[in-house]
């Protein structure tokens, strides 16, 4: 089994500033749309005035944005990837049954403070190719990676998922005190067992580890473990408790 920690929504590169937590949930933003391919603005999602507060009024309402990964009423997600993440889940034989966590940057509601948290999950049960085309079901969903192709190697992650609806403490994943990149860690994962992570100065001392600042794709080969399997087990539940 893999657990793949997930990075995606608004940062300070990709939207401008973090995503916000509005009456104790955290509503991680889409990035805005680079490909011309998106038909879902903020306003759409109901989140122009935070994309515009986000952004410092970059983007607003009426931009249209990347809806990925998509979570959607009946208690599944669609989440579409390509290029250099999609190849680097595929090296890592990511597939059936293995479980992404979301995470992004978000500002704490009272302090403002940046720090990075999980925000959802998927259980793939599904890896869906798009080179010969897209399912009509994701075309009636908007999805973006169905709407047109992102990459010559373009898929959609399918399968059992939900979002936060509260921001709780078990989800951070940043230090009290920052900055943003530094994590707890889970006791279960040590050196060696998360990709882009191989270097020993990321492993500090105190259960704390330096995640990589750039990248979207982060793999744990938790094999047969019980330990990360009840970690994982928490987290959907804080999830969707």
């Not at 869906?128 to 994701?138: K, R, Y």
């Not at 920052?178 to 500090?204: F, I, N, Q, T």
Request: charged letters at 20%; one cysteine or more.
């Amino acid at each position: 089994m893999r657990i793949v920690f997930s990075r995606k929504g608004f940062d300070t590169s990709a939207g401008g500033g973090p995503s916000p937590i509005v009456d104790g949930a955290p509503v991680s933003l889409p990035i805005p749309d680079t490909k011309g391919l998106s038909r879902t603005t903020y306003g759409d999602l109901g989140l122009g005035e935070h994309a515009e507060n986000a952004s410092r009024g970059r983007l607003s309402a009426g931009d249209l944005c990347h809806h990925d990964p998509m979570f959607l009423p009946d208690g599944t997600c669609a989440f579409g990837q390509t290029g250099a993440a999609q190849t680097h889940l595929e090296r890592q034989g990511v597939t059936l049954g293995d479980v992404f966590v979301f995470f992004g940057l978000f500002a704490d509601e009272l302090s403002g403070e940046p720090h990075h948290r999980i925000f959802g999950y998927l259980k793939v049960e599904a890896i869906i190719a798009l080179s010969q085309g897209a399912p009509q079901v994701m075309l009636d969903l908007n999805h973006p990676h169905a709407l047109g192709m992102h990459g010559a190697n373009d898929a959609i992650w399918f399968g059992e998922g939900a979002v936060a609806a509260r921001a709780s403490e078990a989800l951070r994943l940043t230090v009290q005190g920052g900055p943003p990149s530094v994590w707890r860690r889970p006791d279960w994962l040590r050196r060696g067992g998360l990709s882009y992570h191989d270097r020993a100065d990321r492993w500090l001392r105190g259960g704390r580890l330096k995640s990589v600042a750039r990248g979207q794709e982060f793999v744990a080969d938790v094999g047969r473990r019980k330990a990360p399997r009840e970690w994982l087990k928490g987290i959907v539940a804080q999830i969707v408790g």
